[in-house]
């Protein structure tokens, strides 16, 4: 006898287990399936959170190392990187063991193994020991998420040629690492290991880091990692990779027809993600994919198929954990009969490198293509008493405004908790605010979120502090 559900959501990740609960507190019996063993998907498993748990670890070795100038004498600082994987292991279990928690309070029946769609209503679950499972649904919920890109005819063996996965479990830090990509997660990676002493090279294909960024934002962020040690080479192609013993050789090709031969102890691939969308039996089923192999959906998140659904990174949209959780929400919400709605306007972005960098909504390359009329607003954390106070001067925030309405159409920060204060601007935005009723807010001081304040302020050029 089959199982028969409501709902049936295939994916654990950040959009499959906030639909499965926002289903399950609508009244529908909801079913989550994923392959793996811990709920939370990439983000909660190998993602967000082991990675933040390392980027915050390493800034704290990189600090302690400096105190000494700031009054605080320490006789010696060493690392002890098995201790600090543990920590991150940690936070991964008692997250992971946080999303089980609600999937069993909200009473929703979690399976274990990977799933194949036989029909528009019917699922084949096949578990670790091989047996299978039939279950029977009304409708489908497609999340399962994205996996790292190679480049050609190169494999992951996640030891010396590493995706973002094999950069959250190095046993040692390499002497000299190479990372292929300037997006956020190699930058983020490199900013780690680099920290804690290894030689990071970064090369990037662009003529500049962070492609989509506010160019920008994107120049003088670079500027601040090449003060922290990282070294780039733009406008540069990588053409061959292989290991020869326990050496990596790269051979790459810039745009000036200079080849240029690269050697190191572990290579980082990090030139982007990709549906993972294998092994569901799709095509035989007739899901309709795009030109990126992504699932096609309408605008109620529907594929060609009535009573199946996707989101998250299997879908068209960045790929990040919070737009999948807000389309979760969504779907289910449709699948209520409801409103559901994601406003991809205002859907912020971060580097959680040290400073952070937040970003949300148009940048002025954007507009320009747009033919928009705007106007900016800049001020330099220079003039900001809390950073001066801590010593992290370095970065600025920049608030992009309609010529005529002054709506705020795009915020673009470098600096400390950037990835905090990016909320009160995507509030602001998502209730459509001015820059001048930014300005008329009183800030507490002396935060760093006066810095918004003033950048608001400058949009009609009456910055205080500057």
């Known amino acids: 006898m089959s199982e028969n559900y409501n709902v049936v959501v295939v994916g654990g990740g950040p959009a499959g287990y906030v639909c499965s609960i926002r289903l399950a507190q609508l009244g529908y019996k909801t079913a989550c399936i994923d392959s793996r063993e811990t709920l939370g998907g990439t983000c909660l498993n190998v993602g967000c959170i082991p990675s933040k748990s390392l980027l915050n670890l390493s800034e704290k070795f990189h600090e302690a190392k400096k105190l000494s100038d700031k009054g605080i004498e320490i006789e010696s600082i060493k690392l002890n990187l098995e201790k600090m994987m543990k920590n991150k292991e940690k936070a991964v279990m008692n997250l992971t063991k946080g999303v089980e928690f609600l999937l069993k309070k909200n009473k929703i029946t979690f399976i274990n193994g990977h799933a194949r769609i036989k029909s528009s ?29 190679s480049l050609p005819n190169v494999s992951f063996d996640e030891k010396k040629i590493i995706s973002s996965t094999g950069a959250l479990s190095l046993k040692s830090v390499p002497k000299k690492m190479l990372v292929v990509g300037a997006g956020y997660i190699g930058l983020e990676m490199g900013s780690v290991w680099s920290r804690l002493g290894s030689e990071v090279h970064i090369i990037e294909f662009l003529n500049h880091i962070t492609p989509g960024m506010d160019r920008e934002v994107s120049n003088e962020f670079m500027k601040i990692l090449q003060k922290q040690g990282l070294k780039f080479h733009l406008d540069t192609k990588v053409e061959s990779i292989s290991k020869v013993s326990d050496i990596i050789k790269i051979k790459s090709l810039n745009k000036k027809g200079e080849k240029k031969d690269f050697e190191c102890d572990v290579v980082l691939i990090a030139i982007g993600r990709k549906p993972k969308i294998e092994n569901l039996n799709l095509e035989t089923i007739g899901i309709e994919l795009d030109d990126k192999k992504r699932i096609k959906v309408d605008n109620k998140y529907r594929t060609n198929i009535n009573n199946i659904y996707a989101i998250g990174d299997v879908i068209d949209g960045p790929m990040l954990a919070h737009k999948a959780e807000d389309e979760g929400i969504a779907v289910a919400e449709i699948i209520d009969g409801q409103a559901g709605h994601v406003n991809y306007d205002v859907i912020p972005g971060v580097v959680y490198t040290s400073p952070e960098v937040a970003v949300i909504g148009k940048t002025e390359e954007q507009l320009k293509a747009d033919k928009v009329n705007y106007k900016v607003g800049k001020f330099s954390l220079m003039g900001n008493s809390r950073a001066k106070t801590i010593n992290e001067t370095d970065g600025f925030v920049k608030i992009i405004a309609d010529s005529k309405t002054d709506k705020v159409l795009g915020v673009h920060m470098i600096g400390s908790n950037a990835g905090e204060l990016i909320a009160e601007m995507a509030l602001a935005m998502e209730f459509g605010a001015s820059s001048e009723d930014i300005a008329r807010t009183c800030h507490a001081h002396p935060t760093f979120s006066e810095a918004i304040k003033e950048s608001a302020l400058s949009v009609d050029k009456r910055a205080i502090h500057s």
């Open 121 to 149: 209503k019917k699922l084949s679950i096949v578990g670790a020991d091989e047996t299978e499972k039939i279950i029977d649904t009304d409708n489908i919920v497609i999340c399962t998420g994205s996996e790292p890109v």
